[in-house]
């Protein structure tokens, strides 16, 4: 051991960098002013909502309650409530439970209200994924007791047991439990309690009231710690169940405001600050933000009063700066009611406008990026050295599509904090924006904390806070000037500019000739190319006052302020551009309706393929040291030109800890995918550290995500490839991207932020491109197009397409046309546009209620397990950018169980079996004439095929017919030069399309040209139906006499007409009310039978009257009981059927194989109808024979058969078992009537395997439809009927806990 060395481990733990908060100041700040603590201001924290049992976040530094409210904002936990009466101190649960109350409960109304909801509904996937090996476990158990038990006998009867056994446990699958709920109000408040064990005793339990007046919180699972609050809405109508939809909420609330006394480095940032927490995160969406609940919790924000909300949530937005939600945040949360709305500017970097919505991309909000300082890395991130400070690498970068600068301010990104008791960790460590978000909420309430005490009477705006906070940035590495928040020297900045009213003026920059862009972005190649000029119009935008209303404001002194303010304001501006390519005036007045100024760009003269940046800067001239009152952002990213040779190289480039290298390269029209190849050079040193690097590209698309086109890998250089000698052999990496010829790409590569050393990258990237151009019946797909690419139309035998190879030549023409999927377009079979009724669904802008557009789809599917996305593009897709507040659908099987909900964004539902489904769709919006344009939208339902439709191609048009001719001219694939052209012939008459595709139905997949161009998106509208020609008619041939004399006469008008008139008659006997007039009937149908034919149609007739619930009833279900008269009836009716058809059913056998003359296939027709009454008949026989010969036929329980005489005839139970012996011999003994027909002989033979085996192999393949609904039931009830005979009580206790779960009695809302 070195001598030197000092091996002596510190004496205490960094734990300074467990909550970073020295790099932001506001350690100090609060050790400076410790009544400053975020002490008066509440914080709404948007996520996926806080934990009530999590450590640091019970209390403030105060002792007040640390959390205000818990709302859940989605919907996913309410509960629809209805009135039952209650007995004996009992209700019936919404279950079907029985659940016993508390008789120490309260209840002077006497009203009583029930509810369910399913456990699994309530709780996140983690806790989910517990429970359900918890549950499957102790089942398995119970289970393994059934089946070994099963196999403990011998013979057929045994085997049958152990198979149904074993057909049970592989079907089995864990539903959870339904949690009962009863709700009732104690005279002051409204009041629940959950059966959360699934008992039904309610004697001891607690019921909870509303959180925020109680305080009250229960445990929804005791072994998972998981917490619950509740709320009550709608007058006691609706229960709100407050779960955490995920940890993370928790997290980022622990990093805001959490207090631990005993524990002061691991407080918050604003540990006095108190926290309300409004869940955007639904769980019916995996935790996914939806309209609704970012509505409600806007609403929430105003609610409660909260000065700073936190919303570390996002996603990417075709369009910045637009759309429902946003705007009504900018206009009411932040301009009108004040709150400094802070949302993180997300995890999607290095490249440029990778910013999330609606952090980065929206006015009025303030954007976060993740920075990472010395102390994070010391206690976070076990770094056995340390590098420079500054961005994570992974932070999203601006500007925005629309030139704004994206990130205001940065903090830190990381931090050890509280998480959910439920997770078992009593703190966490997480990185990302959505941890610099919640840390900049502290500094905010910090500040907002210290003005109130200091400056009670003044009003701090949100504008205020950010001039503060991004004034007083400290400098770091981001390419649009925004630094790291100082939380001292922005409270120094608000008291230097307490006094000066025009802080409170926020400004609205539009460059007007733009599409009215925030900023100016030149990203292209066209926009540098020339000296560019811009007219940028400035508007001042002036806070309001939520009691500056017309219906508030009755005497107009508040708009008299408001009015004054506005007409007393002017901005004498002084004019600054910050680098020597922009031209702006030097001066600029600017009145309260705001005015325009020019500028000039020369971009010219900038280096190609490299980023850009300058800011157009507006002072005070009466205050000039306060630093600009607005800036205009100007990016430049000149692209490279690439040439003839479509291919760049960018040489060899060097990295050290978090260094980036953007280069930005011009597409070449006609370009459809890029190769970018890495190496890695072999002169690395033995000793230097492997290191993780992002390659990251991006193209922007107007209207579009950035993450439409772009690719982001990391690579690791150094890992397990160093020689023996030294060095490390050399590594090779490719990159590929589809891209989009025209637009600006960006290549961004970055060496992760923590990899040690410098390393060197060689980048070479070369582009190809094929493209379509139109060609006879096909069509390239327009902007509207889901996909880009070609359309084929089916109608046209042969559809002809052209191909160039605009940019370079291209090799190894290979088309390969292949399509996977079927779209089907779905009309609504109801839709209805109706206001809202809940207290929670208004619009914060005019207090109105919101409007909602109903949609009922039917969906069908001709396959078990189908897969099926379902699209509506008008509202799909879209959250931050969308014209409406919330879409939102779920999918329902025939027993109307939701299977699925999606929220925003679509994709892929599996559909187990085949069925009938329903699908409901909401769309909300606060204007019901702009629904109303949707009430007959077609839903698009995206079938996957079980087998891949390929669609040949050839290079002529000869080949798809023919091999016979020879065409020597055409083009054979080898080589394509540049600026040639080919076409490609798709032999759509050949295509073998699904049988179930219908008209207008389109074929979705892609055609592959070669291996480097991307693919194409390819369709095929499938044609008309195709017509059936009549047969042709054979050359007449000498028939024998015997055949000739076969040949049935042509029927007359009167004998078409007395066929028909029997035909209805024959229908009535089933409708027939009257008994009397039934049997008059049928005995005038049979005296005018000329034939056996004839009079077994009657008697088939007389039987399905006579039993009706054959198909769908237990034979002991009060539906199906016949009485011992019709019994007897139905007995001697199926003998006289059974001895007209035996005969000619047993002509259907012979015929099973081939009918070859069409006289033999209409004699084949005859038998198998004889086929189907004979087995009605037996059907019927049975199930009347069973009940007569029974003890007691109104109890399965009972069915002892009795083998008593029957009037002189064979006794009754012999002949019940010779009809069932028949019936297994001419029918399909699985099938539900038959089944039900015999269970009664095989319960009184205990041949209960045997009864059950076929019941579930029918249950499990059985399609959900609502034509075999009632057989479905009935099959449900004999399986039970036979667990209970076979005391099987682990199953009988799964599928009676699984019924509501599986059978709810209504479908749940949306």
Not at 575 to 585: C, H, S, T
Request: aromatic share 6%; with cysteine; proline share 5%.
């Amino acid at each position: 051991m070195d001598a030197g060395l000092d091996t002596t481990p510190r004496t205490e733990y960094p734990a300074a960098g467990l909550q970073p908060r020295a790099d932001t100041q506001a350690a100090e700040f609060v050790r400076k002013y410790p009544e400053y603590d975020g002490r008066g201001v509440v914080v709404a924290v948007l996520d996926t909502g806080i934990d009530a049992g999590a450590k640091g976040l019970q209390t403030t530094s105060t002792g007040q309650r640390k959390v205000v409210d818990y709302v859940d904002c989605t919907g996913a936990g309410d509960v629809g409530l209805q009135d039952v009466e209650a007995t004996d101190n009992t209700v019936r649960g919404a279950s079907g439970r029985t659940l016993r109350l508390n008789a120490a409960w309260t209840n002077p109304t006497g009203v009583w209200r029930v509810g369910s909801k399913r456990l699994y509904d309530l709780v996140p996937a983690d806790v989910r994924a517990r429970m359900v090996a918890e549950r499957d476990g102790r089942f398995s158990k119970r289970a393994a007791a059934v089946r070994d038990a099963a196999r403990a006998g011998s013979g057929e009867e045994s085997e049958a047991r152990a198979a149904a056994a074993a057909a049970l446990e592989a079907a089995y699958v864990d539903g959870g439990s339904v949690v009962d709920c009863v709700v009732f109000h104690d005279g002051s408040q409204w009041r629940a309690a959950l059966d959360t064990d699934g008992s039904g005793d309610l004697t001891q339990a607690e019921a909870l009231g509303a959180y925020k007046r109680t305080g009250d919180v229960g445990l929804l699972s005791r072994r998972q710690l998981f917490y619950y609050t509740l709320n009550f809405y709608d007058e006691g109508r609706t229960l709100s169940i407050v779960t955490c939809a995920g940890s993370h909420g928790t997290h980022v609330a622990g990093i805001v405001a959490a207090w631990h006394a005993d524990d002061a480095a691991a407080c918050g940032v604003a540990p006095g600050a108190q926290l309300v927490s409004l869940t955007i995160g639904d769980h019916r969406a995996g935790s996914m933000e939806t309209g609704t609940g970012l509505a409600r919790a806007a609403a929430a924000i105003v609610e409660h009063g909260a000065r700073v909300a936190n919303m570390s949530y996002g996603e990417p937005s075709a369009t910045p700066n637009a759309g429902q939600w946003v705007q009504a945040v900018a206009q009411e949360v932040v301009r009108r009611h004040g709150c400094a709305f802070v949302a993180s500017a997300g995890n999607e970097g290095p490249a440029l406008t990778t910013l999330g919505a609606p952090g980065g991309t929206t006015s009025g909000i303030i954007s976060v990026g993740a920075y990472v300082g010395l102390e994070q890395m010391a206690a976070e991130y076990g770094m056995y050295a340390r590098v420079r400070d500054g961005v994570f690498t992974w932070s999203s970068r601006g500007p925005t599509a629309d030139g704004a600068r994206g990130v205001d301010v940065y903090a830190p990104g990381s931090a050890v904090t509280s998480f959910p008791a439920y997770t078992r960790e009593r703190r966490h460590l997480s990185n990302g924006t959505s941890m610099s978000a919640p840390s900049l909420s502290g500094v905010l309430a910090l500040l907002a904390s210290a003005w109130l005490r200091e400056l009670p009477d003044a009003r701090l705006t949100p504008h205020r806070l950010r001039a503060a906070i991004t004034r007083t940035a400290k400098p770091i590495s981001d390419a649009h000037g925004a630094g790291l928040v100082q939380t001292d020297a922005a409270w120094q900045f608000l008291k230097a500019q307490a006094a000066r009213a025009a802080e409170d003026v926020a400004y609205s920059v539009r460059v007007d000739d733009t599409r009215g862009m925030r900023g100016i972005y030149l990203r292209n190649a066209e926009d540098s190319a020339r000296v560019r000029f811009f007219k940028v119009a400035v508007t001042p935008v002036f806070p309001t006052a939520a009691d500056a209303r017309l219906e508030d404001d009755a005497d107009g002194s508040r708009g008299q302020q408001e009015s004054q303010a506005q007409f007393d304001f002017e901005q004498r501006v002084l004019l600054v551009a910050r680098a020597p390519w922009l031209a702006v005036p030097e001066s600029l007045y600017v009145g309260s309706a705001g005015a325009p100024f020019s500028v000039r760009v020369d971009a010219t003269q900038l280096e190609p393929g490299r980023l850009h940046t300058a800011s157009i800067d507006a002072y005070d001239s009466r205050n000039v040291d306060r630093g600009p009152i607005f800036s205009v952002p100007v990016t430049v990213t000149k692209p490279l030109d690439v040439g003839a040779a479509a291919a760049a190289d960018l040489g060899t480039l060097s990295f050290g800890p978090a260094d980036i290298v953007r280069r930005f390269i011009a597409v070449p029209r006609g370009a459809t995918s890029v190769e970018i190849v890495v190496r890695t050079p072999n002169t690395l040193p033995q000793d230097a550290a492997p290191a993780l690097f992002y390659v990251h590209c991006v193209q922007l698309v107007p209207d579009t995500r950035f993450k439409r086109h772009h690719v982001r890998q990391r690579i690791d250089l150094g890992h397990k490839s160093y020689g023996a000698e030294g060095g490390a052999s050399e590594q090779k990496h490719v990159v590929t991207l589809a891209v989009v010829g025209g637009a600006t790409l960006e290549v961004c590569l970055a060496q992760f932020w923590s990899q040690l050393d410098r390393h060197d990258l060689h980048v070479r990237m070369s582009f190809a491109g094929l493209v379509p151009v139109a060609g006879a019946g096909a069509e390239l797909a327009d902007a509207g197009a889901l996909e880009p690419g070609l359309v084929l139309h089916a109608a046209h035998a042969v559809v002809r397409a052209d191909f160039a190879a605009p940019m370079r030549a291209e090799h190894g023409i290979k088309p390969a046309a292949t399509l996977n999927a079927l779209r089907r377009a779905l009309r609504p079979h109801t839709s209805r546009v109706a206001p809202l009724q809940g207290e929670r669904d208004t619009c914060l802008a005019t207090g109105q209620a919101m409007y909602a557009l109903d949609l009922e789809y039917r969906l069908d599917t001709w396959a078990d397990s189908a897969e099926v996305r379902l699209r509506l593009p008008a509202v799909d897709t879209q959250i931050y950018e969308a014209w409406a507040e919330d879409f939102a659908l779920s999918v329902f099987d025939a027993n109307k169980r939701r299977l699925a909900t999606q929220i925003g964004y679509t994709d892929k539902i599996t559909l187990r079996l085949r069925g009938d489904y329903l699908v409901r769709v909401r769309i909300r919006h606060r204007r019901a004439k702009d629904l109303d344009a949707l009430k007959d939208v077609p839903l698009l339902a995206e079938f996957k095929l079980p087998t891949p439709v390929t669609v040949a191609t050839k290079f002529d048009l000869a080949s798809v017919f023919t091999t016979t001719v020879a065409n020597s001219g055409a083009y054979r694939g080898e080589f394509v030069p540049r600026g040639g052209r080919f076409a490609v012939f798709f032999d759509v008459l050949g295509a073998k399309l699904p049988t179930d595709a219908k008209p207008g139905d389109v074929l979705c997949g892609s055609l592959s040209l070669n291996g480097r161009s991307s693919n194409l998106a390819l369709e095929l509208v499938v044609p008309p139906a195709k017509i059936e020609q009549p047969k042709t008619e054979q050359p007449k041939t000498e028939q024998p006499k015997a055949e000739q004399s076969e040949k049935a006469p042509s029927k007359s008008d009167v004998d078409q007409l007395e066929e028909a008139l029997r035909k209805v008659r024959l229908d009535h006997i089933a409708k027939a009310t009257d008994a009397a007039v039934r049997t008059r009937l049928i005995d005038e149908l049979l005296a005018s039978s000329s034939t056996d034919e004839q009079r077994a149609e009657v008697l088939h007739a007389q039987l399905n009257a006579l039993d009706p619930a054959r198909e769908s009833a237990l034979p002991w279900a009060d539906s199906a009981r016949l009485g011992e008269p019709a019994a007897r009836t139905a007995v001697a009716v199926a003998d006289q059927l059974i001895a007209l058809t035996r005969a000619p059913a047993l002509t259907a056998r012979l015929f099973e194989k081939s009918a070859q003359s069409a006289a033999e296939k209409e004699q084949k027709k005859h038998a198998d109808g004889a086929r189907t009454q004979l087995i009605a008949a037996l059907t019927t026989k049975c199930r009347a024979l069973s009940q007569l010969a029974r003890d007691d036929a109104t109890s399965e329980e009972s069915a002892e058969l009795v083998d008593h005489d029957d009037e002189g005839s064979e006794p009754v139970a012999s002949r019940y078992e010779q009809a069932a012996q028949e019936l297994r011999q001419w029918g399909d003994a699985a099938a539900p009537a038959a089944l039900m027909a015999l269970v009664p002989l095989q319960i009184a033979q205990k041949q209960y395997g045997r009864a059950l085996q076929p019941v579930l192999a029918w249950l499990g393949k059985a399609p959900l439809t609502a034509a075999n609904a009632a057989q479905r039931a009935a099959m449900a009830d004999l399986r039970d009927v036979l667990l209970e005979k076979l005391e099987w009580t682990a199953w009988s206790d799964y599928f009676r806990e699984m019924a509501p779960i599986t059978h709810p009695a209504d479908y749940e809302p949306l």
